[in-house]
């Protein structure tokens, strides 16, 4: 199953992963981070595909994203 | 357990001073990931520009020069031709591009100087506040022209990238945009493609990206790439406008 980590004190809240999800896999937090922005988390990570699009979006690199075997993707990145 | 997704090793671990959603975070992420890719971490030398990204230098793992306002092409051309081994890029938003440095990117590329041009088009004046930029769509509001740009006054916004299309020195021009994932796959194709041209010494190379600028068009981050998909992508279309095989 993928992974995805997301640094809460690297995130701005924008939330462009967010809307970039296909699985809808990530909300906004309702705590704050370090710098006071509502930072976004997996709430349902059993639903991630691994395709990266939340860590293409993200502009801060918060993202990293793991699999354990075959990576499903869009498109080729 | 494999990491497919993460900071690439040419950037630094410092959280960026961009707004939230500002799309130059990803601009640097993508030309990062192609020094990586392409293994020339070490030779290569960035020319960063005044503008938000002014402070590029602390988050990019290579040598960096700052130019001065728009003359970021001509610190490179000095760079590329007293070390043509180096790999030489600039990167450069529409206030600094288009407006002040015009004649300098014009005739970098008129005269085919080997290096790349990351250039941010955000359709504003980021740094300073919001001001009409010369890449201002036709009746966008900003803090100089609060009745929307008035075409008749002002004239209409440069296209860059089929200006210098219409050199007739060889080029790699191309137009590609960050408002969503594929086209940011597509805009690092882009910029892979234009650091390959100057590593094979063919020609001079620019990647116009379509950018977001959040808090001066006054929308929240998502709000603003679907602006740039439904106003942007009418007035500045996307594609290869020109390569070094066109004759």
Redesign the interface.
């Given at each position: 199953m993928p992974n995805v980590i997301i640094d809460k004190d690297r995130c701005k809240g924008c939330e462009l992963c967010v809307h970039a999800c296909p699985q809808k896999v990530l909300e906004m937090s309702k705590d704050l981070n370090v710098k006071g922005y509502f930072y976004s988390k997996p709430v349902h990570p059993h639903k991630c595909i691994g395709c990266t699009m939340c860590a293409m979006m993200c502009p801060d690199t918060a993202i990293k994203v793991e699999v354990y075997g075959t990576r499903y993707r869009y498109f080729a990145y | 357990?494999?990491?497919?997704?993460?900071?690439p090793d040419s950037?630094f671990d410092t959280?960026?001073h961009?707004?939230?959603?500002?799309?130059?975070?990803?601009a640097h992420?993508l030309v990062a990931e192609v020094i990586d890719e392409l293994g020339i971490k070490d030779k290569t030398v960035g020319v960063a520009p005044v503008g938000c990204a002014v402070l590029i230098y602390n988050y990019m793992n290579t040598d960096f020069v700052e130019g001065s306002h728009g003359r970021a092409p001509a610190s490179a051309t000095g760079i590329k031709r007293s070390r043509p081994d180096l790999v030489v890029y600039t990167y450069q938003g529409d206030g600094d591009l288009a407006s002040i440095g015009a004649a300098e990117i014009v005739h970098a590329a008129n005269r085919g100087e080997k290096i790349t041009v990351v250039f941010i088009n955000n359709a504003i004046y980021g740094m300073t506040g919001g001001q009409m930029a010369p890449t201002t769509l036709p009746g966008q509001k900003t803090t100089t022209s609060p009745k929307g740009r008035d075409v008749n006054h002002i004239g209409y916004p440069i296209r860059m990238a089929e200006l210098l299309a219409t050199l007739k020195t060889p080029g790699y021009i191309v137009r590609s945009s960050l408002h969503?994932?594929?086209h940011?796959?597509m805009a690092?194709k882009a910029i892979k493609q234009a650091f390959i041209y100057q590593l094979e010494g063919k020609a001079f190379s620019m990647v116009e990206l379509l950018s977001t600028c959040?808090t001066n068009w006054g929308m929240?981050?998502?709000q603003a790439?679907q602006w740039l998909k439904e106003n942007m992508l009418q007035y500045y279309p996307l594609g290869v406008f020109k390569t070094p095989e066109d004759e």
């Open positions: - | 357990m494999v990491t497919i997704f993460t900071r950037m959280p960026t961009y707004c939230p959603g500002c799309t130059h975070g990803v992420r969503d994932p594929y940011i796959a690092k959040p929240t981050p998502y790439t």
